[in-house]
């Protein structure tokens, strides 16, 4: 037993529960601190004052050229384990038995050494169900939901029949307010976009029935139709259908003009 005073200030060892007891808290320098008051246990990490069962307050700390952090996490297994680095995030289900909730980690891509491909995965959970991934971001960005190999910047993906919907809901209660919209936006970076110029498409793809391949159906495609200039941006809507083969072809034009050719 250490004490300072007769009062209660010290630190008692307890033989029955193996454990040391701060009866007046804990602090190390102005780096740690553990709040005994009120027996509610809170540790603090560069505040004497944490909030939060555990609170660490510090400037940030560059692991590398972007990657700031006032913590690290880091998972010693071996690089051809797929390494793993997260947050698991848990609550009680009944009684004072815990269940996880989901959870955000890190991963290795691959098994090559010396390869730093990571993707960052989102886990959610459902009743009687375990915690899935719902959510990845792949080492160049691209953004799956319903999917851990994204093919583009952001793909939405579901085996239940009729989805995935893309919802956008504008709630705005001023009168005659617009709705929501989907935006192309094209630049040229070497020169001034000229006649033809594709700003963007939608295409509709169907998985054929030998090489699993996915084959444009149909699209519709804005370009350019004309020359542009100042505040002038003339374009046509090209409407695109596929007859039976490997590729869909043009079926009728809006011209700028607004004429209409089939």
């Keep these: 037993i250490l004490k300072s005073s007769d009062s209660d200030?010290?630190?008692?060892?307890?033989?029955?529960?193996?454990?040391?007891?701060?009866?007046?808290?804990?602090?190390?320098?102005?780096?740690?601190?553990?709040?005994?008051?009120?027996?509610?246990?809170?540790?603090?990490?560069?505040?004497?004052?944490?909030?939060?069962?555990?609170?660490?307050?510090?400037?940030?700390?560059?692991?590398?050229?972007?990657?700031?952090?006032q913590l690290n996490i880091l998972d010693t297994a071996a690089f051809g384990a797929y390494p793993k680095a997260?947050?698991?995030?848990?609550?009680?289900?009944?009684?004072?038995?815990p269940f996880t909730m989901g959870g955000i980690y890190m991963v290795k891509k691959n098994v090559l050494e010396n390869n730093e491909d990571s993707l960052m995965r989102f886990l959610t959970r459902k009743e009687s169900g375990i915690a899935?991934?719902?959510?990845t971001i792949d080492n160049d960005g691209n953004v799956g939901i319903g999917t851990t190999a994204p093919g583009g910047l952001l793909e939405l993906s579901s085996s239940t029949a009729d989805e995935p919907d893309l919802i956008i809901t504008n709630t705005s209660t001023t009168a005659d307010d617009q709705g929501g919209n989907i935006v192309f936006q094209t630049g040229d970076p070497?020169?001034?976009?000229?006649?033809?110029?594709?700003?963007?498409?939608?295409?509709?793809?169907?998985?054929?029935?030998?090489d699993n391949d996915y084959i444009t159906a149909g699209l519709i495609r804005c370009q350019i139709n004309g020359t542009p200039d100042t505040d002038d941006?003339?374009?046509?809507?090209?409407?695109?259908?596929?007859?039976?083969?490997?590729?869909?072809?043009l079926k009728m034009v809006i011209k700028s003009n607004g004429k209409v050719g089939i």
């Design 9 to 69: 200030k010290s630190i008692v060892w307890t033989n029955s529960t193996d454990s040391w007891d701060l009866n007046q808290g804990l602090t190390v320098g102005s780096t740690l601190y553990v709040d005994r008051a009120s027996y509610t246990g809170k540790v603090g990490i560069g505040t004497a004052t944490p909030a939060t069962p555990l609170q660490v307050v510090g400037a940030s700390i560059a692991h590398s050229t972007n990657a700031h952090a």
């Design 86 to 97: 997260g947050i698991v995030f848990q609550g009680y289900t009944t009684g004072t038995t």
């Design 132 to 135: 899935e991934v719902q959510m």
């Design 190 to 210: 070497d020169a001034n976009l000229t006649d033809d110029d594709i700003i963007g498409d939608i295409r509709f793809l169907g998985q054929d029935n030998s």
């Design 233 to 249: 941006m003339p374009g046509e809507l090209g409407f695109y259908t596929n007859s039976g083969q490997n590729s869909s072809t």
